[in-house]
């Protein structure tokens, strides 16, 4: 399956013109920026329109929804961030991040680094020694400083790297669709990619030059490639291929997938290599929960212990940059980094807020830790996007973040209840140990993020391709069966957010009275009490 004569007739045009308007909004040579970016637009759009036609076809599928929700992603990715480097120098805080353009301080930092190493004489893997210190593993430090050094020598065009990220993104949803509609069934496969292609964060970390866009989209291939070359669940929904479409998918489920799984893997590993061990540690579960008959082979199970262990040294070298650890235990450097990590950053919430000060100091010490799990969870809080004040521009951003998240929570939440209620015990346990992992990765970014509202939502990202399997399949569970549970978390999330509503308005603006935080609480969880016992009651009384 290839290109077409017809495709090159609007791709091309369409490549000329973005990689001329492009040129136009950055520094430098005109005609170096035209050439750059029309080749970068032409590869981006030809590549995803290639790989909607392949997986479509792979389907038995026509592929215009696909190609429609592929199209979004990118589209809607490339818009955000052009918009936005264009937006905040103009109406954003006068601090050095929103003159510059940037939404993120890390990838500020980053772009300018990858500059420096690509102007400079150094080779591009100087990117993984500790002079480049604000990319954590190097990986994208040196890919950004090649994109820059071979097809941006005269000048820094940020725009670049954006367009770069917006296609990695988009590139993730029909590897996600695949590896879906495989393993559970078109709908959800629909519902899922529909998710990952809309879900605000991953809409503004993908119109920035950050890492989960790549990430995400290596988490994409990988789970390609474990479901068609490694897990081999063909058939496990008991759907059949045509005659016709066995040979050329038994040629293509030997090889092409695990070529895809190891690029998922390798591209993990050089981007955060604790996104990688975390993906193994899905794909090991995975196999053990649903490999009834199956035995695996001696080869795959050497591949992933080799894989994990090479993460692990990979994260515990990562994160010693700086010495302060001891080098001679990976697992140690891990522990002792994760623990002062919490440790700091509940400090520094402490530091930062008054009242958080203020409820730290009235509550047992044991307590601190689950309240700064709890908050951290919440954060972006929806309310206080609402309520506090700030710049417009920063307003939407707040604003979309925390609806997003505060849409895709009750998913979250009913995910176990979803995956109890399948009829197949294999994808019953394949859903319960996502809904597992999903959870727990969700409190260690907590924890690990403090109660600051952009790095909680980032570290959450990193595993969102699964968050957005599990909400996808709930949203299509809650359609067929309409369960009443789901109704009632969703009402429980409304009610947390009038009431928390109230109480920040009335510390900012003083409308009606305030009550203490504890109080507020206490309100927040009666009612919730009321909903699920009542709920409990009409339940049994209908039974």
Not at 42 to 51: E, N, P, T, V
Not at 388 to 393: D, E, G, S, V, W
Request: aromatic share 16%; with cysteine; charged share 15%.
């Amino acid at each position: 399956m290839t290109l077409k004569k017809t495709d090159l007739s609007w791709l091309l045009p369409l490549a000329l013109a973005l990689g001329a308007v492009f040129s136009s909004m950055q520094p430098g040579n005109w005609w170096i920026g035209f050439a750059s970016f029309s080749f970068l637009s032409l590869l981006s759009l030809a590549i995803l329109k290639f790989s909607n036609r392949r997986f479509a076809s792979s389907a038995l599928s026509t592929g215009g929804t696909l190609g429609l929700i592929i199209s979004l992603a990118f589209a809607l990715r490339l818009l955000v961030g052009v918009s936005l480097h264009l937006g905040l120098p103009l109406y954003g805080h006068d601090d050095e991040d929103d003159k510059a353009g940037y939404v993120f301080t890390d990838a500020h930092r980053r772009d300018d680094q990858a500059w420096e190493l690509a102007s400079s004489d150094a080779p591009i893997l100087n990117a993984f020694n500790r002079k480049f210190a604000y990319d954590q593993y190097g990986g994208l430090l040196a890919f950004s400083a090649f994109v820059y050094r071979y097809l941006s020598p005269d000048a820094h065009r940020p725009l670049m790297l954006i367009l770069l990220s917006a296609f990695v993104a988009a590139l993730g949803v029909p590897f996600l669709w695949m590896g879906t509609r495989q393993v559970f069934r078109e709908k959800v496969a629909y519902a899922s990619a529909w998710i990952y292609a809309l879900y605000p964060e991953s809409v503004l970390l993908g119109s920035s030059a950050m890492r989960e866009p790549y990430l995400l989209a290596f988490s994409a291939m990988a789970l390609y490639g474990f479901v068609f070359g490694v897990s081999q669940l063909a058939g496990v929904n008991g759907s059949k291929l045509p005659e016709s479409r066995n040979a050329s998918r038994l040629a293509e489920s030997k090889m092409v997938p695990k070529v895809w799984l190891g690029v998922g893997l390798l591209g993990m590993l050089l981007v955060s290599p604790a996104v990688a061990l975390a993906t193994m540690v899905i794909f090991a579960g995975w196999t053990f929960f649903t490999n009834e008959r199956r035995s695996l082979s001696w080869n795959s199970i050497l591949v992933f212990v080799v894989i994990f262990f090479v993460g692990l040294l990979f994260l515990s070298a990562s994160l010693n940059r700086s010495g302060q650890f001891d080098a001679s235990s990976p697992l140690r450097v891990i522990n002792d980094w994760l623990r002062l990590t919490v440790k700091w950053d509940v400090y520094q919430l402490e530091r930062e807020s008054g009242w958080i000060q203020k409820l730290f100091d009235e509550m047992p010490e044991w307590m601190r830790l689950p309240f700064v799990a709890v908050y951290g969870i919440l954060q972006p809080v929806l309310p206080a996007a609402l309520v506090a004040p700030t710049l417009p521009i920063w307003k939407a951003i707040y604003l979309l973040r925390a609806l997003g998240w505060y849409a895709l929570l009750p998913a979250l939440i009913m995910s176990f209840g979803a995956a109890a209620g399948q009829g197949s015990r294999r994808n019953r346990n394949i859903l319960l140990w996502l809904s597992l992992l999903a959870w727990t990765w969700i409190l260690l970014a907590a924890l690990r993020g403090g109660g600051d509202s952009w790095d909680n939502p980032r570290y959450r990202t990193l595993l969102f391709l699964w968050q957005s399997i599990l909400a996808g399949h709930v949203w299509v569970w809650w359609r067929e069966t309409r369960n009443v549970w789901f109704e009632r978390v969703v009402l429980c999330e409304v009610v947390f957010l009038l009431v928390f509503t109230q109480w920040y308005a009335s510390r900012y603006f003083h409308w009606g009275g305030q009550l203490p935080f504890a109080v507020m609480v206490g309100v927040i969880a009666a009612l919730w009490g009321i909903i699920v016992g009542l709920g409990w009651w009409l339940d049994k009384k209908r039974a």
